[in-house]
């Protein structure tokens, strides 16, 4: 009966919700951010984004697309270290981490992608 009592306490108190809205909202930043960078709004993409991985992202692929859109952001800015930078992050999570085969062959970010794969071997 205790039991019951508790689970109930903890559940209408709202405890029991507390890591996925957390969660949500760092996923909810992350498609902001994503959508700002498909704008052209640089600053609010990298501010956006940013702020998801403060705000909690559990899941290591969402961390993962975070980086890698910063890294995207970076270099189409002309900050090509802080491009790679951020997709050493990436790889760090997730060291079978790759572009996708049209990303790969972007100009700007690919040969930046590379080097980071080849530094994080």
Known sequence: ????????????????????????KGKKMLDVGIQHYEDGDYANAVSEIQ????AGLSDSSDQVKAHKFLAFTYCVTDRQALCGDEFKKALFIDPKFNLAPAEAG??????????????AK
């Open 106 to 119: 972007h100009p700007i970010w690919g040969p930046v992608f590379r080097d980071a794969k080849g530094e």
């Open 1 to 24: 009966m205790v039991r019951i009592w508790v689970f109930a306490v903890l559940l209408l108190s709202g405890c029991a919700g507390i890591i996925p809205m957390h969660e949500s």
């Open 51 to 54: 702020a998801s991985l403060k």
